[in-house]
């Protein structure tokens, strides 16, 4: 059963792969997938600076562990990584932080093994009881031009959201912007907003 569906709280603190969320004054630690962007609910009935972060609970003999999630999508394709034998929740979150969404969605439904195998802690076995697994389940998680669902994207840090609205200042589309600063993030540092920016200008 799930304990906790969603934390609603201040973002006390974070670091590459872990959050602290401080719910009226409780502080929960959750590990997140690298670069996860966490923005403000910008609703009127929620307090100014409060995220919402959708959970997973995983509890074994020698552990109890909180995993932290955007979006509800993205926690489900985490789930169902799970599903997958040989696939702990390390490794989840490893090809969730080594893969944006969208492209892991891909990889599967098009039975791309080499995409898989490069997610570090993922051997040729896995890789391909992942495909087997999950390929007639992933196309359901398929982003949508429109909706955008599956956001944020595994490289997605706060120096890639400032390129690309650097880059929308001057004229480019929400889909130039993105495609363009996500290039750049497999060239040079994703933290480096000045050189992320250089070389996503390049690529338009």
């Given at each position: 059963?799930?304990?906790?569906?969603?934390?609603?709280?201040?973002?006390?603190?974070?670091?590459?792969?872990?959050?602290?969320?401080?719910?009226?004054?409780?502080?929960?630690?959750?590990?997140?997938?690298?670069?996860?962007?966490?923005?403000?609910?910008?609703?009127a009935t929620r307090k100014d600076g409060q995220v919402r972060v959708w959970t997973h609970f995983v509890v074994r003999e020698d552990v109890q562990e909180l995993y932290?999630?955007?979006?509800?999508?993205?926690?489900?394709?985490?789930?169902?990584?799970?599903?997958?034998?040989?696939?702990?929740?390390?490794?989840?979150?490893?090809?969730?932080?080594?893969?944006?969404?969208?492209?892991?969605?891909?990889?599967?439904?098009?039975?791309?093994?080499?995409?898989?195998?490069?997610?570090?802690?993922?051997?040729?076995?896995?890789?391909?009881?992942?495909?087997?697994?999950?390929?007639?389940?992933?196309?359901?998680?398929?982003?949508?031009?429109?909706?955008?669902?599956?956001?944020?994207?595994?490289r997605r840090t706060q120096a890639f959201d400032d390129a690309v609205r650097a880059l929308l200042s001057i004229g480019y589309t929400d889909k130039q912007a993105e495609?363009?600063?996500?290039?750049?993030?497999?060239?040079?540092?994703?933290?480096?907003?000045?050189?992320?920016?250089?070389?996503?200008?390049?690529?338009?």
């Open positions: 059963a799930t304990v906790y569906e969603y934390l609603d709280g201040r973002l006390a603190s974070r670091a590459p792969t872990r959050i602290v969320i401080d719910v009226n004054g409780v502080g929960y630690s959750l590990s997140i997938p690298f670069g996860a962007d966490f923005h403000p609910d910008p609703s932290g999630f955007p979006d509800p999508k993205l926690r489900e394709l985490f789930r169902l990584l799970l599903k997958v034998r040989g696939v702990g929740p390390g490794m989840a979150l490893a090809v969730l932080s080594s893969l944006p969404a969208d492209e892991l969605v891909h990889a599967i439904t098009a039975g791309d093994l080499p995409a898989l195998v490069r997610v570090k802690g993922v051997g040729k076995k896995t890789a391909e009881q992942i495909l087997l697994d999950l390929r007639d389940k992933a196309p359901r998680f398929a982003s949508s031009e429109s909706t955008g669902v599956l956001v944020p994207r595994g495609a363009s600063v996500e290039r750049a993030t497999k060239e040079v540092d994703p933290e480096d907003l000045e050189l992320l920016v250089r070389t996503a200008l390049r690529h338009g």
